[in-house]
């Protein structure tokens, strides 16, 4: 499919992707979530359980995807077409800090 007609199907598609490219998966929607949050890599990286290279990946795979100039750009587009979800990402922190506070080292 030549550019400018994919381009064309999402300016028609009302904030829907037309084209699969330009879906966040589930992953790259919570990394964007959590940045947009203000988060960076590293807390991401421990909320997740994975490693801040993984998460440096994960940002720049949502960013190709959605063709953004950086990561606000990117978290900008997510949050137009509905894609990110600021309250699970509120949720994944809340579960780290009560999973935190609750190992103790008394």
Sequence with gaps: IPEDRVDSE???????PKDKR????PRERQVLSLLALGEDCG????????SADTVRKQTRSARIRLRARSRSHAIALALQG???????ANGLIRA?????????DA
């Design 10 to 16: 999402l300016d028609k598609a009302d904030g829907e």
């Design 22 to 25: 330009t879906v966040l998966t």
């Design 43 to 50: 807390s991401i990286a421990r909320i997740l359980d994975r």
């Design 82 to 88: 509905g894609q990110l979800g600021l309250d699970e």
């Design 96 to 104: 780290y800090s009560s999973g935190r506070s609750g190992s103790g």
